[in-house]
Structure formats: C-alpha cells, structure tokens
C-alpha cells in the first residue's frame, strides 16, 4: 500500500504546468510573509482534497492554459511585490487548489477498493502541500536578503516559463512545430 502513497507523491512531479502554476503561487504568498503562508497553506490544502473529492463527479478537461495563466499572473504580482487583502490571497489559492486537483487527479480504474482511490490522492495533497510549503519557506526567508530581489528574479523565471509554455501550446495548436 505504501506503493500507492508513494506514486501519488510522485504523480505530483508529473505535469509541468502544475509545478509552474504552484511555484508562482508559493512566490507570491511567501512574500506576503508568513500570514501569506499560514492563510495559503491551509486553503490550498482545502482546495485540493474538495477536487478530489469531486474529481469522479466532475467531466475532465484540459486546465493548461488556465493553470499557465495563473502562474503568468503570480510571476507578474511577485516581481511588482504588490500587498493583497487577505480574502484575495485566499481565493488566488482556493482556484488554484481546485484546478490542480481537478487537472492532477490520478486516473481510477473501475473496481478499485477505496483504499486504492485514497490513497494516491493523499498522496499528491502531501506532496504538492509539501512542495508549496518548502518554496513558501523558502521565499520569506530570501525576502529578508537583498531586499526581496532574489524572489523577484524567481518571479521573473516563472514569469518567463509560463510565456514560453503558453508560446509552444499555442504554436503546436496552430500547427506551427
């Protein structure tokens, strides 16, 4: 059983898109400090587990380019350093928990047992959580250096990432590569 924990901690390291999307929110919350980090946390946490909950209830679609578009938004709001209200960090972090889980659920065959469907899903919300809270960590701890410029380069590579991301699928959309 510990195999199925351990594909779901792994699985979390699978897309890229989701990886950018959630380093760009965990730049921006770490940088808002650590109320950032106490109020995110716990609300992507949240986040994760009602899409999962939800996520054989719920048609499948393609979340790239909103997932992208996020990271782009979290990337620009990291390098200008902008200070946001409290109910606003929560939501950027509740949309993005919910389009993570519904795009990232493991795939479940019919006639699992419910410990089989479980326990990859407990496995990615530990993994992603557990990713978000280290580079969370990581930013308030880098804000306190160099007046914040190293979290504002970060930014920028997120930023610059999810350009370039959104640049190929557009380009392989349109038949261009």
């Given at each position: ?5 351990l594909?779901?901690l ?19 919350s ?9 109020l ?25 380019f ?14 200008f350093?902008?200070r ?5 960090l ?29 326990l990859?899903?407990?496995g ?8 978000a ?39 392989s ?5």
């Open positions: 059983m510990f195999d199925l924990l594909k779901g792994l699985h979390a390291f699978d897309l890229p898109f989701h990886l950018v999307a959630l380093t760009g929110l965990s730049l921006f770490g940088q808002q400090g650590m109320a950032g980090v106490r995110v946390l716990p609300v992507f946490m949240l986040a994760l587990l009602i899409s999962f909950s939800l996520a054989d209830t719920v048609p499948s679609f393609d979340g790239t909103p997932l992208l578009g996020l990271a782009l938004l979290f990337g620009t709001l990291t390098i350093h902008l946001f209200y409290r109910g606003l929560a939501s950027f972090a509740l949309i993005s928990g919910l389009l993570i889980g519904f795009t990232a659920s493991p795939v479940i065959l019919p006639g699992f047992s419910l410990l089989k469907i479980i990859p899903r407990l990615l919300t530990l993994g992603l959580s557990l990713f809270g280290l580079v969370m960590l990581f930013t308030v701890y880098l804000q306190r250096l160099w007046q914040g410029i190293g979290v504002r380069v970060l930014g920028s590579w997120v930023t610059a990432i999810a350009l370039l991301m959104l640049a190929l699928m557009y380009a959309l349109n038949g261009k590569i």
